[in-house]
């Protein structure tokens, strides 16, 4: 079974994948075929766990490939904290994508903050809306992954150490300045 981690950016992606790494049943990866197109973009071998917050502009692809055959994870973050670690990465990545290229320059003189309350706030309603029909879905809070991963883990029927899989959380992994 493939498992998908849908979810914003800033939010513990690169995390998650470091937990799951401890699995023995799961290959792991973060954001390994962004630059892939056509079918091989979502090309991922069986047993694989993927974060990718770019899978969210491509939800009809990843519906009519995998549909209810995989697991879904809605990883999220504090809305305010996602949104102030995306304002201080305005100007590269996804951001500036957001701001010049889906938003066509944004609105004249809109702060960072309320640019990156807006993407946040349009991922997370894709997000919603791809996952109300899902039949093996779940979410994992940032702030409650210590709580959440292990009922993950069971979710998965993982093997591995769970222990050392947690641990990955005490850790910042790709924190911003």
């Given at each position: 079974?493939?498992?998908?981690?849908?979810?914003?950016?800033?939010?513990?992606?690169?995390?998650?994948?470091?937990?799951?790494?401890?699995?023995?049943?799961?290959?792991?990866?973060?954001?390994?075929?962004?630059?892939?197109?056509?079918?091989?973009?979502?090309?991922?071998?069986?047993?694989?766990?993927?974060?990718?917050?770019?899978?969210?502009?491509?939800?009809?692809?990843?519906?009519?490939?995998?549909?209810?055959?995989?697991?879904?994870?809605?990883?999220?973050?504090?809305?305010?904290?996602?949104?102030?670690?995306?304002?201080?990465?305005?100007?590269?990545?996804?951001?500036?994508?957001?701001?010049?290229?889906?938003?066509?320059?944004?609105?004249?003189?809109?702060?960072?903050?309320?640019?990156?309350?807006?993407y946040v706030d349009s991922v997370e309603a894709n997000i919603r809306l791809f996952l109300r029909n899902k039949s093996r879905c779940m979410e994992?809070?940032?702030?409650?992954?210590?709580?959440?991963?292990?009922?993950?883990?069971?979710?998965?029927?993982?093997?591995?150490?769970?222990?050392?899989?947690?641990?990955e959380w005490r850790v910042r992994h790709n924190a911003s300045g």
């Open positions: 079974m493939n498992v998908f981690v849908l979810n914003t950016g800033r939010c513990g992606s690169t995390t998650f994948i470091r937990a799951c790494e401890h699995m023995n049943n799961y290959s792991a990866g973060h954001e390994t075929r962004i630059h892939l197109t056509g079918p091989s973009r979502l090309d991922y071998a069986q047993n694989h766990i993927e974060a990718d917050n770019r899978l969210c502009w491509i939800l009809g692809r990843l519906e009519e490939k995998y549909g209810d055959d995989a697991y879904y994870v809605h990883l999220y973050r504090d809305r305010e904290a996602t949104a102030n670690s995306f304002a201080r990465r305005m100007d590269f990545g996804i951001m500036q994508a957001w701001r010049e290229g889906v938003l066509l320059g944004g609105r004249a003189g809109a702060a960072p903050l309320e640019l990156a309350r807006d994992v809070r940032l702030e409650k992954a210590m709580e959440d991963f292990p009922r993950f883990w069971q979710a998965v029927n993982a093997e591995g150490d769970l222990q050392a899989a947690l641990a």
